[in-house]
């Protein structure tokens, strides 16, 4: 069974710094993965998709994650960081077969210090 | 958020009393998941659809019912009202495993 594992439940980072948030997956075939924003009482964004192709992929709000497959990784960056982004970050990949619904991480929320 | 729309927003129930969470969407996709989110656990997949009359359980359906009787709604339903079904939920939509998959903007519920 596929699972992911977000490493830190929080994690603070000060204005203008760097975003760095953790994701590693178990996945028995090419995995599908996702990085979601939630904003304090908002639905879930979605900032990126890895599906196929360039392993570094680029999202919204200058987010970016890298696949690496020799790691099982798919940690999602940001070079500085904006008071805005403060919000909880979901990451999550897809499962296989006729279901095709998502695994979620269990969240990172970020704060980010003026 | 993308074409789908859930009601209420929020709601109070108390222990027992039963109650349906709507869920309709206008992009014509043919899978629908319904998740709920717990503080700290991420979401966990209540039940899916893969289209219309075809519903399946998913990681934690104990307590819930789901209908799919047209593309565009996938109702939830709690018959029994526990406070252990206190939480936020969340309707999806998806296309093929490539997609983006679509969320509400969430039910907040309180079983009291």
């Known amino acids: 069974a596929q699972s992911v594992t977000q490493l830190g439940s929080h994690v603070s980072v000060s204005e203008g710094a760097l975003v760095l948030l953790r994701c590693n997956y178990s996945?028995?075939?090419?995995?599908?993965l996702f990085w979601y924003v939630q904003y304090p009482n908002q639905g879930l964004q979605l900032l990126l998709k890895y599906t196929t192709g360039a392993t570094l992929v680029k999202g919204i709000n200058g987010f970016e994650a890298e696949f690496k497959k020799s790691e099982t990784s798919f940690h999602l960056t940001k070079p500085s960081a904006h008071m805005s982004d403060a919000a909880e970050y979901f990451c999550?990949?897809?499962?296989?077969?006729?279901?095709?619904?998502?695994?979620f991480g269990k969240g990172t929320k970020l704060s980010v210090k003026p | 958020n993308a074409g789908v729309t859930q009601t209420p927003k929020f709601r109070i129930l108390k222990i027992g009393q039963s109650m349906t969470l709507q869920c309709t969407q206008d992009m014509n996709h043919n899978y629908m998941y319904w998740y709920r989110q717990d503080p700290g656990m991420g979401l966990k997949l209540i039940y899916y659809s893969v289209g219309a009359g075809i519903t399946d359980k998913g990681e934690v359906p104990n307590g819930y019912n789901v209908s799919r009787s047209t593309t565009e709604d996938f109702p939830l339903r709690l018959e029994l009202a526990a406070p252990s079904q206190t939480s936020v939920y969340f309707c999806?939509?998806?296309?093929?495993?490539?997609?983006?998959?679509?969320f509400g903007p969430g039910t907040r519920l309180l079983v009291l």
């Open positions: 999550a990949v897809r499962e296989g077969g006729s279901q095709g619904n998502l695994i």
């Open positions: 996945s028995s075939v090419p995995p599908y």
């Open positions: 999806g939509i998806g296309g093929t495993p490539q997609e983006t998959q679509y």
